[in-house]
């Protein structure tokens, strides 16, 4: 490599220069200079050396800075090296990484993503901590300070002239796509505007809805459109009538198109387009239906070519040496022969030294405190202690002097110390698990200092408190005090127990949970001489630790190692690390100590602040141990250290990394040359062949390379072996990365009280290819990542427990963090606080990246971050991340010695309780797996199915009702043709029976109508229509009128002179401007000559505010009918035959098409004698209804139904249960009504609102042991779990648990099913959700994975014949076979009355005839997915019954992936997965999924719910969301049946009217 250098690196810069311009890329990554400055100075600084630098060709620079420091030092270890004289030597790692980076956003710059918009509110944080910045210290895990690519000494990348027009492009470009939603994200925002994606959406859009009806194109996948002409809307309720020129460009929902929104989502289409991965290949099977593609190995991936490795064996330990027998013999000699020997020196915050221990004070506290703990504590006389006990060791990093003795106190009394942290509050992240461990262990006694136990958090009793997950344990203090002295005759037993447990370190898996792993006297003392070898330590050294000693390489060097040695340890604790971070380089300068123990943080933090500090020396410094120098970050700390600190002293062969792990102890560490090291070496690996474990030096592509460090030689006596990762542990290539295994008589011996594991991990047999085991002596594998080098060397390149399994490649979290920091650090988000972790998300790894944002970042800023890093990870590591979040300042988890806790986070990122402030989701380009859109398959022919399902011995799926014919004489039906004949004939024969009890909110009868009362009422309206409204026979009339008495008198009225009646809902004089244009569109539609009303709906109808919404002028004639003289009709009107129209029924249904239906005199008698006969109705009966009474059922119940039977309705208006909830059932109870009515949206309200009071209903008196059906009625998939907790709910109250069912009607039929009071109980099947994307009905047990439960929507009505077909061939379908609901009834709608005569594109809705079979009966196609099953119940007629369930509405159906979708489903899920979910809505917009939430909670706390609901639907529906939108509550448009109005909201969303709190694009 040394000749690939470039002519450049003749010069040799002097060091004082050298170390001018590290301060200066210094200044400039820390803020403290301008770029302009800095460019200036360092020109000015180099200008002597380099006249040529200016004229430099940029690629030769960049060449020599890649090629040159990868010469090995080998050749003069001693001298300065040589350097390329731009100062950047071997640390040229930072710069390739930023180089990369970079290089990567510039190929990116034309992409631009949407900005999530987020509402004002949503921005301000509450918390106080939000403004002080975090403590970017980081962590023993996880040493962010000084990763891999930190600025520190990289060239800012602006200092190459070919960067800056590219940068400035980026940041340009990233910041107009945040559209013009930036307005509202800060008060400095700018506003930006998007023309190019408006315009492209509006020639989207002209090219795609030309057609009304055809499909939004399919931009995201590359099926082709399938047009879904099936069944064409019917007048739509938005946008111009549908008479004028559609001259203004719309949507096909007739939204104008230029709204923000969808400008939004057109870029977000425009992200999507690029093709992303290529395809897959092969699939494994998720189950029959869907089966999600499992990647395949690409065939030209790299493969190890090497030759298989050999086990390398370390040097023996030496033998000549005097070794002692065991530690404590150690102590005991020191103690008692060198009793003033220091031993520790403990310091304060301010650095001075407070306490230092002897050994001769180590030896006779430890045997007070072994003496005290053997013999002084009881509990009931027993002592509380025997050897082998294990013992908590309690103690803050600020006191090693106590830990110290009582950790040798245990080791004396031959009890089992395991040192966890200082528990500081009762929710500590990981510290249950800690609880566990300790209950795992059976501690029963923690040992701790006073002042610690002090600031303990303590119950009432003044105990210390039991924290969450802990045993109880009994507290000691070790202050001398406390302790006994042992009598004169008492001696502990000193000698080495061999194989007995000596301590236990604790150790927090991947996942989150606490092992406990033991470590025996023999391996304590082998571990002590291992490293008193390799280090070359001498008695009375002395040895700075800035280290954690309770644990890992702080324990074996600062605690053990060091006492068998008689070492003086200079203990620096982390608090005085963060006040001054260049103390411990101040106490080696002091106490001349020969041997350090640092991390690379420590390393970092001190270059920070080294400056001014010219007093400091290190040439007393023979060995400094860097003990993450595993870390890929540690090189480039290394390497700036030695750069600053070369000249104060600091020898480049004293820098020693070594590589350890809590299972294998000390594993490597890299020998200075007079200890018999080899000369260090680095590779530069290819990032893409380390992703598939393979080791390629990188040549080509000089940007995605990781450059890691050699941490030594094996240590003495261990043999050293790589394995796979996966799988048997064979012997990995010499080429290939694996796990490192070790085995020695110093490693860890066993997880405590875990066999299962402890097998797998200590006690693993390394195979060769043929499978022969390496050695007789098992190994202990390290959990490290990594291969042997030259001059058998180790390199790490990782842990196992940061591995990423992506698809077939695995990816490291360090390297991720790497590029992460690499882009801008330190301009949005802290340094060492950024978590990287991967979470499983349908059958594989998904990258999550979540850092802690600096308080001052505006959201434009960090969005732009966040879309930089994204296409930075994805160009280096050409891997996805599937969520990048940012939370506010300080908000992370912290472990122990600051770092973050990566479990803990992953851990709430899971659970919603993360609450980060923003968020960006890229599951469009992570998620590769899921299964192949279907293909529809040319479908069977009709004709082939028929013969099918006789094969196969399956019957037809046709039923009906009970026969009309047997159940009465035909004459009464003759006589009930015409309902105005009927009111006539009861006045004349029971005048005063009453037929109607309106109720109040306080449940008083307000209104009551007698037979004759009705009948002269309604004469009085006939007369008034005729004389005042001038109409004729046939003329439409709308009746506007709130639920009551008068709504039914008039429906007569207008019956009696021969118009047609078309109830309204009128309009909320509240919320005019959305409920008026639905009334006038009505009113326009139905062609009505005049309108009925009350004076105050009139007043309201002619309002000022009524003329901001509608053209008031255009009304027709409108009559109140308050005080309508007493006058007689001269003749009643008698139609001239029953086929003449009745009324029209008009309804919005949930698509948001108003469709009004002609209902004929025939159809209606018959709908009443259907209802009547199912229901068992007389005129002694009463039944209660509370429904609303303008469409549909509910209309008929209201109106028609108590004048055909002659029983008596009581009416509850739903809207009166807003001022009282109990109403409707209060009056169920007292009118002991056997039947009763109500909507979805009532049940709901009776749950929510009467939880928790039914027992102040039963002492009011409240019985419902009287209903014995209690029905609900509905046109969609009856809602079980609603109906079941209501049933549930009220069965204190008397409710029958078998009365509760539902109905089923739609707008060709508003009644096709209907329990009634005799047959069996409705029935409940479970089918496959999978399989009824595919049209199919799959029948599973309760509670296996993907069942739904689907309720029976209550029995078929008398007269009715339904039969399911299939949707396209529309031929016949079997059995429990899903297709479309048809329908056959005397009542049947006649027809659409629509305005512009398009009766002919629905003729097939009431004309339909199968393709094949029956082909003369005339059917009415409902519109509804279901199917038919015949169940092994009877029904009265003793026929087995057929139940009829019912799937959902074919309108709202979504098509995706070539699916069928029903948006309950998905919409149930997203409930589930949070419990601040409180209603959900889905609905598509040129093929993205788009998830509304109404968000029950604090606003802050909205973005938890992106990742969650992302999540939940990819797993369960195989779906990707493209857009989720978080709302308040009751944002969410809901009908009078309780049905979501989801087109309604779709509009509002793609104009803008939500006002959401936050609208997240997902990538």
């Known amino acids: 490599m040394a000749d690939r250098g470039c002519p450049l690196e003749a010069v040799p810069l002097p060091t004082e220069v050298r170390e001018s311009l590290a301060e200066l890329e210094l200044e400039l990554s820390e803020g403290d200079i301008t770029q302009k400055g800095y460019e200036k100075k360092r020109a000015k600084l180099l200008a002597r050396y380099i006249p040529l630098i200016q004229g430099v060709d940029l690629s030769l620079q960049a060449e020599s800075r890649t090629t040159g420091p990868a010469q090995t030092a080998a050749a003069a270890p001693k001298q300065p090296k040589s350097r390329p004289n731009n100062s950047r030597d071997e640390r040229f790692r930072s710069d390739v990484h930023t180089e990369a980076v970079q290089a990567a956003l510039a190929k990116y710059k034309e992409r631009k993503m949407p900005m999530p918009s987020k509402r004002r509110s949503a921005l301000v944080h509450s918390s106080v901590d939000t403004y002080t910045p975090p403590d970017t210290s980081s962590a023993s895990e996880d040493e962010g300070s000084l990763r891999r690519p930190g600025r520190l000494t990289s060239t800012p990348l602006q200092s190459h002239p070919g960067v800056e027009p590219w940068l400035d492009r980026v940041i340009q470009g990233s910041s107009t796509s945040s559209s013009a939603s930036s307005t509202s994200s800060h008060p400095g925002g700018r506003p930006a505007t998007v023309p190019s994606a408006a315009a492209a959406l509006t020639s989207l859009v002209a090219h795609a809805h030309i057609d009304l009806h055809s499909a939004p194109p399919d931009v995201t996948t590359g099926l082709g459109e399938h047009p879904h002409c099936e069944r064409p809307q019917v007048a739509s309720v938005r946008g111009v009538p549908r008479g004028c020129s559609r001259s203004i460009l719309e949507t096909a929902d007739g939204v104008p198109v230029n709204s923000r ?159 966890i942290e200082v528990p500081l509050t009762r929710k500590d992240a990981g510290s249950q698990q800690v609880g566990f461990l300790l209950g795992s262990c059976g501690v029963a006694l923690a040992l701790t200092t006073d002042a610690c136990q002090k600031g303990l958090p303590k119950a009432q009793t003044g105990e210390v408190v039991t924290f969450k997950g802990w045993p109880p344990l009994a507290w000691l203090v070790v202050d001398g005090k406390h302790l006994a002295k042992p009598p004169k ?88 690390m963060k006040v001054n971070p260049l103390s411990w380089i101040q106490k080696v300068s002091a106490y001349k100590a020969r041997t350090a123990l640092v991390k690379s943080r420590d390393m970092h933090w001190s270059l920070l602040a080294q400056r001014g500090q010219r007093d400091v020396s290190l040439s007393s410094l023979r060995m400094l141990i860097v003990a993450d120098g595993a870390n890929p970050w540690s090189i480039s700390s290394c390497d700036a250290f030695l750069n600053v600190f070369q000249s104060r002293g600091l020898k480049p062969e004293v820098i020693c990394p070594c590589a350890s792990s809590p299972e294998a102890l000390t594993v490597a560490v890299r020998r200075p040359p007079d200890l018999g090291g080899p000369p260090p070496r680095k590779a530069v690996l290819s990032m893409s062949g380390l992703s598939y474990g393979v080791i390629r030096v990188d040549t080509e592509e000089k940007l995605a390379v990781l450059t890691v460090q050699d941490v030594g030689q094996v240590m003495p006596g261990a043999n050293v072996c790589v394995v796979k990762v996966e799988g048997t542990p064979y012997l990995c290539k010499t080429d290939e990365v694996g796990e490192i295994c070790v085995s020695s008589c110093a490693t860890g011996t066993a997880y405590y009280g875990l066999i299962g594991i402890t097998k797998n991990v200590f006690e693993t047999v390394p195979l060769t290819a043929g499978g022969a085991p390496v050695s007789d002596r098992p190994f202990t594998r390290t959990g490290l990542l990594g291969f042997i080098g030259p001059d058998n060397l180790v390199f790490v390149v990782g842990k196992l427990d940061g591995l990423m399994a992506v698809g077939v490649r695995r990816h490291s979290a360090d390297d991720v963090v790497a590029t992460a920091l690499a882009v801008e650090p330190m301009k949005f988000v802290y340094r060492g606080r950024i978590a990287v972790f991967s979470v499983t998300v349908l059958h594989d790894d998904r990258i999550v990246l979540v850092a802690e944002q600096r308080p001052d970042a505006s959201e434009e800023d960090s969005f732009q971050w966040m879309s930089r890093v994204l296409q930075a990870i994805d160009s280096i590591h050409q891997v996805g991340v599937y969520c990048l979040a940012l939370v506010p300042a300080n908000t992370l988890p912290k472990a122990p010695l600051g770092g973050i806790h990566i479990s803990e986070t992953k851990q709430r990122f899971l659970e919603g309780t993360l609450h980060p402030c923003n968020v960006l989701m890229c599951p469009h380009t992570c998620v590769t797996n899921l299964p192949k859109p279907r293909q529809k398959q040319p479908e069977v022919g009709p004709a082939s199915m028929i013969v ?214 025939a159809a209606t008698s018959a709908l009443c004698r259907s209802i009547k006969l199912q229901c068992e109705l007389y005129p002694s009966r009463q039944i209660a209804i509370c429904l609303d009474p303008y469409c549909g059922l509910g209309f008929a119940l209201w109106c028609l139904c108590s004048v055909y039977s002659g029983h008596q309705s009581v009416l509850v208006p739903p809207l009166e249960l807003e001022s009282n909830v109990s109403l409707w059932l209060s009056a169920v109870s007292q009118y002991k009504a056997r039947v009763t009515f109500c909507s979805y949206s009532v049940m709901e309200m009776c749950t929510k609102g009467l939880g928790t009071q039914t027992g102040a209903l039963r002492m009011r008196g409240v019985n419902l042991s009287c209903v014995r059906t209690c029905m609900v009625v509905a046109e969609e998939r009856p809602r079980i779990t609603l109906t079941q907790s209501f049933s549930k709910l009220f069965k204190d109250l008397g409710l029958s648990a078998r009365a509760v069912s539902t109905t089923f009607g739609c707008r060709v039929n508003v009644a096709i099913c209907l329990q009634g009071t005799a047959g069996p109980d409705p029935t409940t099947v479970y089918v496959d959700m999978r399989a009824l994307r595919h049209d199919r009905v799959r029948l599973v047990e309760r509670g296996s994975p993907h069942s739904l439960p689907l309720m029976e929507s209550g029995k078929i009505l008398p007269g009715v014949k339904v039969i399911i077909a299939h949707t396209e061939t529309k031929g016949p379908l079997g059995d429990s076979h899903l297709g479309e609901i048809w329908v056959s009834s005397p009542h049947n709608a006649t027809g659409y009355y629509t305005v512009y005569g398009e009766e002919a594109l629905h003729a097939d809705h009431f004309s339909a005839r199968l393709s094949f079979g029956d082909t003369q009966t005339i059917w009415a196609r409902t519109g509804y997915l279901g199917f038919l099953r015949r169940t092994e119940l009877t029904d009265a007629s003793g026929e087995r019954h057929d139940a009829l369930y019912v799937v959902g509405s074919l309108d709202e159906t979504l098509e995706l992936r070539g699916m069928r979708y029903h948006p309950i489903d998905i919409e149930t899920s997203v409930i589930r997965a949070h419990r601040s979910i409180a209603e959900c809505a889905v609905f598509t917009w040129t093929n993205l999924l788009v998830v509304v939430v109404e968000l029950e909670g604090l606003e802050q706390d909205a973005l938890d719910l992106v990742a969650l609901v992302t999540n939940v639907v990819l797993e369960e529906h195989y779906l990707v969301v493209g857009v989720v939108v978080i709302v308040d509550p009751g944002v969410i448009p ?17 104009a803008d009217q939500l006002d959401p709190i936050y609208v997240a694009y997902n990538m």
């Open 948 to 1161: 099918g399902n006789l094969v196969a011995g399956k019957r037809l799926a046709q039923a009906s009702g009970r026969e009309l014919a047997h159940l009465e004489d035909s004459d009464q039906a003759r006589k009930f043709l015409f309902l105005a004949d009927v009111l006539q004939w009861r006045a004349h024969t029971t005048p005063d029976h009453p037929l109607f009890l309106l109720l109040n909110a306080k449940g008083t009868v307000t209104s009551t109508a007698t037979c004759v009362q009705l009948h002269k009422k309604a004469e009085r309206v006939a007369a008034a229509l005729m004389e005042r409204g001038r109409l004729s026979i046939g003329d439409h009339v709308a009746l506007v009128y709130p639920p009551g008495v008068d709504l039914i008198a008039t429906f007569y009225g207008c019956l009696y002179c021969g118009c047609v009646p078309v109830t309204v809902r009128p309009p909320h004089p509240q919320n005019l401007a959305t409920t008026l244009p639905t009334v006038k569109m009505i009113v326009e539609v139905s062609k009505s000559a005049c309108v009925l009303t009350t004076q105050a709906i009139m007043r309201l109808l002619k309002s000022k505010e009524a003329a901001a919404a509608v053209d008031i002028r255009t009304w027709p004639t409108i009559l109140d009918t308050d005080d309508i003289p007493k006058k007689k009709v001269a003749s009643i009107f008698r139609p001239p035959s029953p086929d003449v129209l009745a009324y029209l029924d008009f309804s919005v249904s949930t698509t948001g098409i108003l469709a009004g239906v002609k209902m004929s005199h």
């Open 489 to 576: 005759d008492w001696h502990p037993a000193v000698q080495d127990t061999g194989d007995g447990t000596a301590y236990i370190e604790y150790k927090t898996s991947k996942e989150g949970s606490t092992v406990g792993i033991t470590v025996s006297h023999s391996s304590l003392l082998a571990q002590c001489r291992a490293l008193t070898q390799t280090c070359g330590y001498s008695e009375a050294e002395t040895l700075t630790n800035v280290l954690d000693f309770k644990r890992d390489a702080g324990l074996w060097h600062g605690v053990l190692t060091s006492v068998m040695n008689r070492m003086h340890v200079i203990s620096i604790p982390y608090a005085l």
């Open 1534 to 1550: 809901i009908n009078s049946r309780g049905e979501k109005q989801r087109m309604h909201l779709r509009d509002g969303f793609l």
């Open 261 to 419: 929104v969808s400008s939004k989502i057109q870029q977000l289409l425009n992200t999507l387009k690029r093709p992303k991965r290529p395809p897959l290949k092969e699939f494994f099977v998720d189950d029959f239906e869907e089966l999600l593609e499992v990647q395949q190995p690409d065939p030209n991936q790299p493969k190890p070519e090497g030759s298989q490795m050999v086990m390398l064996k370390g040097e023996p330990l030496a033998l000549g040496t005097p070794w002692p027998p065991s530690l404590l013999t150690a102590l005991q000699q020191w103690g008692t022969t060198q009793p003033k020997a220091p031993c520790l020196t403990a310091l304060d915050t301010t650095g001075k030294a407070i306490y230092t221990l002897t050994y001769g004070k180590l030896w006779s506290r430890s045997l007070k405190l072994a003496y005290t703990l053997l013999n002084k504590l009881t509990s009931k006389n027993e002592p509380l202690l025997k050897p082998g006990d294990r013992v908590a060791l309690v103690f803050p990093n600020s006191d090693p002097v106590m830990f110290m003795v009582a950790f040798y106190g245990c080791l004396l009394a031959e009890l089992i110390p395991v040192p």
